[in-house]
């Protein structure tokens, strides 16, 4: 069967959801910081001695696109609506940007460090949105440019710091589609788990459900019904009690409400009492009238409770009863007396007839019933069923389940597995966010080494002392980065080998750059190994704790830091030009290494998530299935036990007559069967066919089974209709019979000689009359009846269809 609870499938699943959500988190606070720091570090700079900056300006501009982005962090849990967040990240990049011309010497570093953080975040944050990511992305490319341009006029922008900002932007965005994709992936293994082990768990509570149905059918209406079957030579006095708690054991079933029966059947049940107690009831029922169930046994025990107040309270012995079928299927059903009479209002509230039993039963079920009577002009009592299941869309009533409540309160089989954490799903989950990390790492480190840092080494190999170094720095970079490729690109994790060579060789080439390259211009344009280190190393590191990862930048930071120092201690223009390049660039990417360290708690929340979304749909799922199931076997149920127990248990039906305990008989053999339909046989046809044989040599009778033929493959809708005559003659029969089971290569008959101990159809429940008649209800089922004096012969067959025959065996 299809899923009918899961989510839709283009829907993302709990790690995609929470890796979203820590995402945006994360570059709203990476962004604050980052401007925060390198904001501090330019007002600094700004008013160092020999700047020309404005330190007021610049720090009245920084502080409010500081204040526009602090705004952003503030409601991270409540977020704002899309038009004010956009507008606030707008006015960040727009405030950034014009804050170049008042910060002098170094502003250029210190605006592009801040909006080149902000347009990778902005890929981040706008994640479900990324055409409002690249068009804020645009917007910082443009305040760059305006900014260069009002700090120099006249001069023309350079092209090199917005190729770099696009270049970023552009693998921001891209390693975001990585790592989300590989969440993507995880969530939809895991729910492809998930709905296999949601299939076994349901087959079992349906299992499970099944069998405690038929032990309640056994212990109760089976157990009755046979015993009435047996004969009338005992006392009966127990019986209406008996008869009445099983109808209220089927009744409590869930599902049993939803079924069908025949109100005027019921109707014709209602006892009219004993005696001096007895009311002789004028019936004029429009029939049939069939309506569910619930509401059936609702009106019938409220007709009956009316009746009982008639014989009680009224004076009189006659009362009226009439049933008919509205418009638009509505079913009335009307009770009036010509009695004495009384006041409804005055009914004391502590007394239950009438309030419990009529009314407040049908407002159980969805129904209504109203009571009209004056003294001396007798009562009237109207019971109206609307003819639909109620309106789902009705409001829910103060204090009422929600439907999830009410799923859980079900009382239905807990799923299995979802009480320990699930370590399975957040290995699983860890392991591909880290995975999709380390791709977008190297991603990163290759595009950067091969789109920036090698224009940079080309440009300036004058500046190297010795050139050659820095080229086989390089080189050796590139071999890192494709024994990291070789491994990621064919889904294998790095070995330590692989991993430790790589950080040594890493950490070697930092330790090259660094000394051979003149203090001066460390972090400078002309260095292009001090911002594509980190990304080597992380993915690399990706998948170890992050104190590693930190401990690496930490070293890479102190061999530049012991260059610089070396050569005499730094003015504080420098130094402010150090520490906004080490933020921005080695801040950056540690930022990013602690994201990654936080994967395993992201796991571990999504795993949570996804256990009680799963916990949750199987639940709904078993609801539904075993309601189906209910419906299914209460079909034939409410059709013909529940009239028997209902005349059985009110004494409309005498153990004493003949022709009741035949029916007894037929529906106890019928139920013997229904147990039996789920036994793991090799032949299920003659299982259930001896289980009704069984029941019929209980009371006497000498019964005689014979097959012939190779048995094969029936359906249990088909079995059903065979089975079912056969049943009903059994279940009529007194002396002996004779059950034969013909198999040929396309057919298959079951026939039954015995005799009608009930005088043809007579006695006999509509349904059953017409089963003895010889009518099957599947039309793929021929049922031919032959009598002869008080012997009767039943043959039920069926063929199979072509393209079963073409399977069959020969």
């Given at each position: 069967m299809k899923e009918t609870a899961a989510a839709p499938t283009d829907a993302p699943g709990a790690g995609e959801r929470l890796l979203i959500l820590t995402l945006e988190r994360y570059g709203v606070w990476l962004r604050f910081t980052v401007a925060g720091v390198c904001g501090t570090l330019g007002v600094l700079s700004a008013g160092s001695a020999g700047s020309a900056g404005s330190p007021l300006a610049a720090t009245c501009l920084l502080a409010s696109a500081l204040l526009a982005c602090g705004v952003r962090v503030r409601p991270l849990r409540r977020p704002l609506r899309l038009a004010p967040r956009w507008a606030l990240d707008a006015a960040f990049v727009l405030l950034t940007g014009l804050s170049q011309p008042v910060l002098g010497d170094g502003a250029d570093l210190?605006?592009?460090?801040?909006?080149?953080?902000?347009?990778?975040?902005?890929?981040?944050?706008?994640?479900?949105?990324?055409?409002?990511?690249?068009?804020?992305?645009g917007l910082g490319a443009a305040a760059c440019a305006l900014g260069d341009v009002l700090s120099s006029p006249g001069h023309v922008p350079e092209p090199a710091p917005l190729v770099r900002m696009v270049i970023e932007v552009s693998l921001s965005r891209a390693a975001h589609v990585i790592v989300r994709s590989r969440a993507r992936a995880a969530d939809r293994s895991a729910a492809s788990r998930a709905a296999s082990r949601r299939e076994a768990d349901v087959a079992a509570a349906r299992r499970a459900t099944e069998r405690e149905y038929l032990a309640t059918l056994h212990d109760t209406a089976a157990a009755t019904l046979l015993m009435v079957s047996q004969g009338d030579g005992r006392d009966w006095s127990w019986l209406p009690l008996r008869a009445r708690q099983d109808l209220e054991a089927l009744s409590a079933l869930p599902g049993f409400e939803t079924e069908n029966v025949d109100l005027a059947a019921l109707l014709g049940c209602v006892p009219e009492g004993e005696g001096r107690a007895r009311v002789r009831l004028e019936s004029r029922v429009d029939g049939p009238l069939t309506i569910p169930s619930g509401p059936g046994l609702a009106i019938f025990n409220g007709v009956r409770e009316a009746v009982t107040n008639v014989a009680r309270h009224a004076g009189v012995r006659e009362a009226k009863l009439r049933a008919w079928a509205e418009d638009g299927g509505v079913v009335v059903v009307e009770l009036s007396d010509?009695?004495?009479?009384?006041?409804?209002?005055?009914?004391?509230?502590?007394?239950?007839?009438?309030?419990?039993?009529?009314?407040?039963?049908?407002?159980?079920?969805?129904?209504?019933?109203?009571?009209?009577?004056?003294?001396?002009?007798?009562?009237?009592?109207?019971?109206?069923?609307?003819?639909?299941?109620?309106?789902?869309?009705?409001?829910?009533?103060?204090?009422?389940?929600r439907p999830r409540e009410a799923v859980r309160a079900a009382g239905l089989p807990r799923p299995s597995g979802t009480g320990a954490r699930p370590t399975a799903v957040v290995r699983f989950l860890r392991g591909q966010l880290l995975y999709g990390a380390q791709l977008a790492a190297l991603l990163i480190g290759l595009v950067a080494q091969f789109g920036v840092s090698l224009r940079q080494l080309t440009a300036h190999q004058d500046v190297y002392r010795p050139a050659w170094a820095q080229t086989a720095a390089f080189v050796c970079l590139v071999a890192v980065g494709a024994a990291g490729a070789l491994h990621l690109l064919r889904g294998r994790k790095l070995t330590p080998t692989v991993r430790w060579w790589g950080v040594g060789t890493v950490l070697a080439v930092s330790a090259v750059c660094a000394f051979t390259l003149a203090p001066e211009r460390l972090a400078g344009p002309q260095d292009w190994?001090?911002?594509?280190?980190?990304?080597?190393?992380?993915?690399l590191l990706a998948d170890q704790p992050v104190r590693l990862f930190a401990a690496f930048l930490g070293a890479h930071v102190a061999l530049n830091m012991l260059v610089v120092l070396l050569s005499g201690a730094p003015t504080v223009a420098r130094s402010a030009a150090m520490g906004i390049a080490t933020v921005s660039v080695i801040g950056f990417q540690l930022s990013v290494g602690v994201l990654i360290g936080l994967f395993q708690g992201m796991a571990s929340a999504a795993g949570d998530e996804a256990a009680r979304e799963e916990e949750l749909r199987t639940r709904e799922r078993l609801h539904e299935e075993t309601q189906r199931d209910h419906r299914e076997r209460y079909r034939a149920l409410t059709a013909t036990t529940v009239p028997l127990l209902v005349g059985l248990g009110h004494g409309v039906l005498s153990p004493h007559d003949e022709a009741v305990r035949l029916r007894c008989g037929v529906e106890a053999a019928r139920l013997r069967r229904l147990f039996a339909e789920g036994d793991a046989v090799s032949d299920p046809l003659l299982n259930e066919l001896r289980a009704?044989?069984?029941?019929?040599?209980?009371?006497?009778?000498?019964?005689?089974?014979?097959?012939?033929?190779?048995?094969?493959e029936v359906p249990v809708e088909v079995r059903r209709e065979l089975v079912d005559p056969v049943a009903v003659v059994l279940g009529r029969t007194r002396s002996t019979a004779r059950v034969t089971v013909v198999w040929t290569s396309r057919a298959v008959h079951v026939s039954v000689v015995g005799e009608d101990g009930a005088d043809g159809a007579h006695g006999c429940d509509p349904e059953e009359a017409a089963r003895a008649r010889g009518r099957a209800r599947n039309a793929d089922v021929s049922v031919v009846r032959t009598t002869r004096g008080s012997d009767v012969w039943v043959t039920a067959g069926w063929q199979r269809p072509a393209r079963v025959r073409e399977l069959a065996p020969t």
């Amino acid at each position: 069967m299809k899923e009918t609870a899961a989510a839709p499938t283009d829907a993302p699943g709990a790690g995609e959801r929470l890796l979203i959500l820590t995402l945006e988190r994360y570059g709203v606070w990476l962004r604050f910081t980052v401007a925060g720091v390198c904001g501090t570090l330019g007002v600094l700079s700004a008013g160092s001695a020999g700047s020309a900056g404005s330190p007021l300006a610049a720090t009245c501009l920084l502080a409010s696109a500081l204040l526009a982005c602090g705004v952003r962090v503030r409601p991270l849990r409540r977020p704002l609506r899309l038009a004010p967040r956009w507008a606030l990240d707008a006015a960040f990049v727009l405030l950034t940007g014009l804050s170049q011309p008042v910060l002098g010497d170094g502003a250029d570093l210190t605006v592009e460090a801040i909006i080149g953080i902000g347009v990778i975040t902005f890929q981040h944050e706008w994640a479900t949105r990324p055409a409002a990511g690249l068009a804020l992305a645009g917007l910082g490319a443009a305040a760059c440019a305006l900014g260069d341009v009002l700090s120099s006029p006249g001069h023309v922008p350079e092209p090199a710091p917005l190729v770099r900002m696009v270049i970023e932007v552009s693998l921001s965005r891209a390693a975001h589609v990585i790592v989300r994709s590989r969440a993507r992936a995880a969530d939809r293994s895991a729910a492809s788990r998930a709905a296999s082990r949601r299939e076994a768990d349901v087959a079992a509570a349906r299992r499970a459900t099944e069998r405690e149905y038929l032990a309640t059918l056994h212990d109760t209406a089976a157990a009755t019904l046979l015993m009435v079957s047996q004969g009338d030579g005992r006392d009966w006095s127990w019986l209406p009690l008996r008869a009445r708690q099983d109808l209220e054991a089927l009744s409590a079933l869930p599902g049993f409400e939803t079924e069908n029966v025949d109100l005027a059947a019921l109707l014709g049940c209602v006892p009219e009492g004993e005696g001096r107690a007895r009311v002789r009831l004028e019936s004029r029922v429009d029939g049939p009238l069939t309506i569910p169930s619930g509401p059936g046994l609702a009106i019938f025990n409220g007709v009956r409770e009316a009746v009982t107040n008639v014989a009680r309270h009224a004076g009189v012995r006659e009362a009226k009863l009439r049933a008919w079928a509205e418009d638009g299927g509505v079913v009335v059903v009307e009770l009036s007396d010509a009695g004495r009479g009384f006041v409804p209002e005055s009914v004391p509230a502590r007394r239950r007839g009438l309030s419990g039993s009529v009314v407040g039963r049908m407002h159980a079920v969805g129904g209504s019933a109203s009571i009209t009577s004056r003294p001396g002009a007798g009562t009237r009592v109207r019971w109206r069923w609307p003819g639909r299941p109620r309106d789902l869309r009705t409001p829910r009533l103060p204090g009422a389940p929600r439907p999830r409540e009410a799923v859980r309160a079900a009382g239905l089989p807990r799923p299995s597995g979802t009480g320990a954490r699930p370590t399975a799903v957040v290995r699983f989950l860890r392991g591909q966010l880290l995975y999709g990390a380390q791709l977008a790492a190297l991603l990163i480190g290759l595009v950067a080494q091969f789109g920036v840092s090698l224009r940079q080494l080309t440009a300036h190999q004058d500046v190297y002392r010795p050139a050659w170094a820095q080229t086989a720095a390089f080189v050796c970079l590139v071999a890192v980065g494709a024994a990291g490729a070789l491994h990621l690109l064919r889904g294998r994790k790095l070995t330590p080998t692989v991993r430790w060579w790589g950080v040594g060789t890493v950490l070697a080439v930092s330790a090259v750059c660094a000394f051979t390259l003149a203090p001066e211009r460390l972090a400078g344009p002309q260095d292009w190994a001090f911002g594509l280190i980190g990304w080597h190393a992380l993915f690399l590191l990706a998948d170890q704790p992050v104190r590693l990862f930190a401990a690496f930048l930490g070293a890479h930071v102190a061999l530049n830091m012991l260059v610089v120092l070396l050569s005499g201690a730094p003015t504080v223009a420098r130094s402010a030009a150090m520490g906004i390049a080490t933020v921005s660039v080695i801040g950056f990417q540690l930022s990013v290494g602690v994201l990654i360290g936080l994967f395993q708690g992201m796991a571990s929340a999504a795993g949570d998530e996804a256990a009680r979304e799963e916990e949750l749909r199987t639940r709904e799922r078993l609801h539904e299935e075993t309601q189906r199931d209910h419906r299914e076997r209460y079909r034939a149920l409410t059709a013909t036990t529940v009239p028997l127990l209902v005349g059985l248990g009110h004494g409309v039906l005498s153990p004493h007559d003949e022709a009741v305990r035949l029916r007894c008989g037929v529906e106890a053999a019928r139920l013997r069967r229904l147990f039996a339909e789920g036994d793991a046989v090799s032949d299920p046809l003659l299982n259930e066919l001896r289980a009704c044989v069984e029941v019929t040599e209980h009371q006497g009778v000498t019964v005689s089974l014979a097959v012939r033929g190779r048995p094969g493959e029936v359906p249990v809708e088909v079995r059903r209709e065979l089975v079912d005559p056969v049943a009903v003659v059994l279940g009529r029969t007194r002396s002996t019979a004779r059950v034969t089971v013909v198999w040929t290569s396309r057919a298959v008959h079951v026939s039954v000689v015995g005799e009608d101990g009930a005088d043809g159809a007579h006695g006999c429940d509509p349904e059953e009359a017409a089963r003895a008649r010889g009518r099957a209800r599947n039309a793929d089922v021929s049922v031919v009846r032959t009598t002869r004096g008080s012997d009767v012969w039943v043959t039920a067959g069926w063929q199979r269809p072509a393209r079963v025959r073409e399977l069959a065996p020969t």
